[in-house]
């Protein structure tokens, strides 16, 4: 189907939409619901769009093989094979009787050269079996070979109200599943599925064919590393005082508003939520604090007390993980130093 | 020789350059009353934990009053100045206790000054 639909010769396609229309609307007039009749309908209905050259070149190529045919068959005329199924067995498949029944039944019901309408119709109707033959056998299309390699990632609705849009600079790897860390993983793997969902994803780039379109980068670069010695204080007094000179005043207000974001006056934009909190912790550190509270009884109303304590500090977004075992820290060792105290009670 | 002669020039081009517009240049604080209550901030903040804690032992139905007696002596055991009530938010330019707008943390006689000069951001006079 992709060598019919292509680009259109507009004459020849409107010529071809023509005859065939004509020809329906003719069957139709006269009445009859033959299977004959139901195929030429449909052959009548079927709305072909030909390119020009591959035209040009099946004509080429079927006046070549007529040629060769021909001097096969002045050479032995024993193995002639009669000339009115050479064009039926040109590409070696011979076409169904009823369709070129058909086909000479529509092209002699137009007007024009009928020899010529018919042999274009039969040409038309080879290729349709050809294209489908070979569709088939999945030979010659490239994209199969790479849609096969493709799966699409499952999302669930629930996930999806959660996307966040603008999130779009991530990185995917090889497998496309592993991703660089940062800083809030569950921000990243949404981003990950948002992006996976509209496109289909590579199980993996290495494997299929080699297409050998890019040569592998040399890695001198990586090697070529020049052995630096700490910076000399004279070279710290030269680089700052290179940069003091250099800097000139700002010249507009862009130029101002740079200074102050490199000097700290300015916050970045777009504005980051965390920066100051570089909290590598994931989610579950967080929350699940119990295994902090082996060290303490497990009965008693201290127990009870520290349970409530961790129950607070999983709902604190402010402190980090190590400010919360910090807490729990301190609590145990207060504990500890009222020993006494607690037993004599 | 070269190299020095672009380091002279450098150096003198440097003592050329304007410095930028100079502000009030405020070195001390503006009485002993400001100062005071900059300790009290200092040591409020490094305090801060450890009452948190030892009040969470206070203000308690679970564990026994004995130790929340206990607990009672340590906090008062602690600074006095380590007790964020002492602190009071005065008035950052002239140090006045009261009259003082939290948002601008000014007293109400410099915040009309500088609103009345438009120095003061988003500022207008009311008038409705």
Known sequence: ?345 | MAAAALSWALRAARQVLPSPCPRQVRTYYVDWRMLRDVKRRKMAYEYADLRLRINAIRKNSILPKELQEVADKEITALPRDSCPVRIRNRCVLTSRPRGVKRRWRLSRIVFRHFADHAEMSGVQRAMW
Request: aromatic letters at 8%; glycine letters at 6%; hydrophobic letters at 35%.
């Open chain 1, 1 to 345: 189907s992709t060598s019919s639909v292509l680009s259109t010769d507009k004459d020849k396609s409107a010529a071809s939409k023509d005859s065939t229309t004509e020809g329906a609307s003719k069957k139709k007039e006269d009445g009859a619901e033959t299977p004959k009749q139901q195929l030429l309908d449909i052959i009548g209905n079927m709305k072909v769009e030909v390119s020009y050259r591959k035209k040009l070149q099946q004509l080429k190529a079927s006046e070549n093989k007529k040629q060769a045919m021909s001097k096969l068959e002045g050479l032995d005329s024993a193995g002639s094979v009669p000339q009115g199924t050479t064009e039926d067995t040109q590409r070696g498949k011979p076409l169904n009787p009823e369709l070129v029944k058909a086909a000479s039944a529509v092209a002699s019901s137009l007007p024009n050269n009928k020899k010529q309408t018919e042999s274009e119709l039969l040409a038309q109707l080879r290729r349709h079996e050809e294209t489908t033959d070979k569709q088939k056998k999945g030979g010659t299309i490239n994209i199969r070979n790479i849609i096969s390699e493709m799966t699409i990632k499952r999302q669930s609705p629930a996930q999806r109200g959660a996307r966040i849009t603008g999130r779009i600079s991530l990185q995917l790897d090889e497998d496309g599943q592993r991703i660089r860390p940062e800083r809030s993983s569950a921000l990243s793997i949404d981003s990950r599925r948002y992006f996976c969902f509209f496109f289909f994803v590579y199980r993996s780039l290495k494997v299929g064919k080699r297409l050998n379109i890019f040569t592998k980068a040399s890695r001198e670069s990586e090697h070529a590393l020049k052995t630096v010695f700490s910076p000399t204080i004279w070279d710290l007094e030269f680089a700052k005082e290179v940069a003091a000179v250099t800097a000139q005043p700002p010249r507009n207000g862009f130029e101002e508003m740079i200074q102050w974001t490199k000097e700290g006056i300015l916050w970045e934009f777009p504005i980051n939520n965390e920066v100051g909190m570089e909290d590598d912790a994931e989610f579950h550190e967080h929350i699940f604090l119990e295994k902090h509270l082996e060290a303490f009884p497990k009965e008693g109303p201290i127990r009870h007390f520290m349970e409530l304590v961790i129950c607070g500090l999983s709902k604190n977004p402010y402190l980090s993980v190590k400010q919360k075992i910090e807490h729990i820290e301190w609590f145990q060792k207060y504990f500890e130093e009222k020993k006494e105290l607690i037993q004599e009670i």
